[in-house]
């Protein structure tokens, strides 16, 4: 049961973070639309974005976890607290010198994330000034990390699963302020963005170190040393961090060949927040608490516990990702409406992002698995293994992305980043499969097949309730809004009801 309620605690965290998200996403479309502020300020918070997931949701502390658990049972707390102390002084003295390197080289860097804004000048500085702004919270937010893998290592999930909420608290403060202000699409509102970005960062690092210290492993900065203990972290990390956050590396390729296109980098943000949602709640969720439980029944010799745990993960990650997955991609432009389209964000842009979301949605239960079956080599200490797919997964994305840029523009980008996603998930599977790692039970097999004939029935619900209540609601006040939750309240109910009743859910 600890189990299932640390996965429903993170979940609930990760859960709540991406609520308050879509209000921050509803406002930033009203404030920004998908113009070339909008572009902008999305290009300079691509990187930083990207290195929270990375290592917010679990890629770090694949390397992290694993060695701080074994020093705290099998050395006591003293040497677990030095060895963070160690990890915190190198990570932080690496991350300063990259942070200072990238302020001074910025224009170069730019001409890296988004080659395509060099054609209009005005767009290229201001995305150098706002992401100059932006780029230190790679360092706070990796800190964060580090002090959220220690909390979970204890055993302490609640304050590290809700700390990605200040973030986004911050975020709508500020955005209320820019509506309230009348800076709608203006250069000061990607400014006034970027300083939010910064102040989430030290706000989420202060909670936590806090936090920490009130669980006696209060860290300080000093001198860094390259112990035993950090060159083996720095082993695993690099292949941990580079397999773990293979998605959102995708997705800054993404952005990267985007850019090159008016208005896309725009359209796949808003499509990217959208299938976060169910990524977050359940991949990260499982990936942040499948590892630490899998090392230690691995550490006791308990493989069949191990196994178990492996299966029921999968159970719980796909009988909730199939569903998320099935709903975006047969009303995808329901959704964007319901929650975008308003203000500067126009019905032409409603539809340009459905369908990035709905190329996003066939690649979601390939993103989700992977998080599942990571933590499989990662408990093992093998961090190479998920590299080596991560880099091949890179290497589709980056081929597909160009070679479909050209006739299906941003959405192109998006089908190339699900099926990489697809091909990183069967590798890993297999593979794990091969090693002994994972073995499917008879109940996880026949709950499959179920859910599959289930999530189907509910694709047709959500597409009938979709064509009978457009016409009805749509152009009423507040029609889309209203038109969402009808669609999302049906497709519910019925995937709810049948679920239990033919066992894919335990009541």
């Keep these: ?55 917010a949701e679990g890629a770090f502390n694949s390397a992290f976890v694993p060695l701080f658990a074994r020093r705290l049972e099998g050395e006591g707390r003293d040497e677990a ?55 230190p919270y790679l360092l ?14 204890l055993g302490r999930f609640a304050v590290a699963a809700f700390a990605p909420t200040l973030l986004n608290m911050v975020f709508i403060a500020v955005l209320l302020f820019i509506l309230w202000t009348g800076r709608e699409e203006t250069a000061s509102a990607g400014i006034w963005l970027s300083w939010a970005v910064f102040a989430g960062g030290i706000l989420q690092l202060a909670v936590l170190f806090f936090a920490a210290r009130h669980q006696g492993m209060g860290l300080r900065l000093v001198r860094p040393r390259l112990t035993p203990g950090v060159k083996r972290l720095v082993a695993l990390a690099v292949p941990g961090v580079l397999a773990g956050g293979i998605t959102q590396i995708n997705i800054v390729v993404g952005t990267m060949i985007a850019s090159m296109a008016p208005q896309a980098v725009s359209y796949l943000y808003y499509a990217d927040r959208i299938y976060q949602l169910p990524l977050g709640l359940v991949g990260v969720a499982i990936g942040v608490v499948l590892l630490p439980e899998l090392a230690r029944r691995l550490r006791a010799g308990d493989e069949g516990a191990a196994m178990h745990q492996q299966n029921r993960a999968l159970e719980f990650a796909l009988a909730l990702t199939v569903p998320a997955a099935a709903a975006l991609a047969v009303v995808p432009e329901t959704i964007i409406e319901g929650l975008f389209a308003r203000g500067a964000f126009t019905q032409a842009d409603a539809q340009a992002t459905a369908g990035a979301l709905a190329a996003f949605a066939l690649g979601l239960p390939a993103f989700v698995l992977i998080k599942v079956f990571q933590p499989g080599f990662f408990a093992r200490e093998d961090t190479r293994t998920p590299m080596w797919f991560a880099g091949v997964n890179a290497a589709i994305n980056i081929v597909l992305s160009l070679a479909l840029f050209s006739a299906f523009a941003h959405v192109g980008i998006a089908i190339a980043t699900s099926v990489a996603g697809w091909a990183n998930a069967i590798a890993l599977g297999i593979v794990l499969r091969r090693r002994g790692g994972l073995a499917f039970d008879a109940r996880l097999v026949s709950r499959i097949a179920r859910l599959l004939a289930v999530t189907a029935v509910m694709a047709g619900v959500l597409y009938a309730a979709e064509v009978v209540l457009r016409p009805v609601l749509i152009d009423l006040a507040f029609g889309r809004a209203l038109l ?24």
Aim: include cysteine.
């Design 484 to 507: 969402l939750v009808a669609v999302v309240t049906a497709g519910l109910v019925a995937y709810v009801g049948l679920a239990f009743s033919t066992g894919v859910l335990d009541a």
């Design 1 to 55: 049961m600890s189990f299932v309620r640390n996965l429903i605690l993170v979940g609930g965290g990760t859960g709540s973070s991406r609520i308050l998200g879509f209000g921050r996403d509803m406002l930033m479309a009203a404030a920004l639309g998908a113009g070339p502020v909008a572009d902008a300020f999305f290009v300079a918070f691509r990187l930083p974005n990207l290195f929270r997931r990375i290592f």
């Design 81 to 135: 607290r030095q060895f963070a102390t160690d990890a915190m002084s190198g990570l932080a003295f690496v991350l300063l010198v990259l942070t200072i390197l990238a302020e001074l080289a910025m224009p170069l860097v730019m001409y890296v994330l988004a080659p395509g804004f060099a054609d209009d000048p005005e767009k290229f500085e201001l995305s150098i000034l706002l992401t100059r702004i932006c780029f």
């Design 140 to 153: 706070l937010v990796s800190l964060v990390a580090l002090f959220s893998g220690l909390l979970n290592a």
